[in-house]
């Protein structure tokens, strides 16, 4: 996978997941009050885009293992799995996007409902509390199933490049063996249909009358 394909890939898992860790710092903050917090109000949005979030993240999980599998199916064989990227590298990454987006749908949403966001500090502690964790298992699930994927698609390939490939058919070989006696064959018949039209010698008729 090119660099600029991860980055992507970092960046959507780090966008979904952020809704799953907005999610839980609400419910870590709230408790019971937390769904009827998310639900009224400037957060009106918020189930129907976690809904979403999570439906997404349903949907690439079952399209990364039906990858594998038809890998596996078309190689017959189990697939080698790629190096995996740094955890502690990919956790980074994934806290840093989630956090950032947790502030800013925050701050958002005390503007669209007219109050004052909390504090920076508030925002920090709370969006720790609700991103880490779901970064955590982000991190831990992604680099296990891009290292995976990336096997799987690298077999696929293989599997159909072999298919495509078109084994040429024998040249046909003369058998030099039988050359020799149809040659002979043919010039025997071939002299002995000369002799038949030229008749007798002119000795044989002089001597006849």
Not at 53 to 67: P, S
Not at 120 to 126: E, G, H, K, R, T
Not at 169 to 183: F, I, K, Q, S, W
Request: net charge positive.
């Amino acid at each position: 996978m090119s660099g600029r394909r991860k980055a992507l890939a970092i960046v959507g898992l780090g966008v979904l997941g952020s809704q799953a860790g907005h999610l839980l710092a609400y419910q870590l903050r709230f408790g019971a009050a937390a769904q009827q917090v998310q639900s009224a109000g400037a957060h009106s949005y918020f189930p129907l885009l976690a809904k979403t979030a999570l439906g997404t993240v349903a949907v690439a999980l079952l399209g990364a293992l039906l990858v594998v599998g038809l890998a596996r199916i078309l190689g017959g064989r189990r697939i080698e799995t790629a190096s995996r990227p740094s955890y502690i590298g990919l956790l980074a990454r994934l806290f840093t996007i989630q956090l950032a987006l947790f502030g800013i749908q925050e701050v958002v949403e005390a503007m669209v409902a007219g109050v004052t966001a909390g504090s920076a500090a508030d925002l920090l502690l709370w969006g720790t509390l609700g991103q880490l964790p779901i970064a955590a298992i982000a991190a831990l699930a992604g680099g296990w199933l891009s290292a995976r994927v990336e096997s799987a698609v690298g077999a696929i390939r293989e599997a159909i490049g072999a298919a495509a490939v078109v084994t040429p058919l024998p040249a046909p070989v003369a058998n030099l063996a039988n050359a020799a006696p149809d040659r002979a064959l043919l010039m025997s018949c071939v002299a002995g249909s000369s002799l038949a039209k030229r008749g007798p010698p002119s000795s044989i008729r002089v001597t006849a009358n």
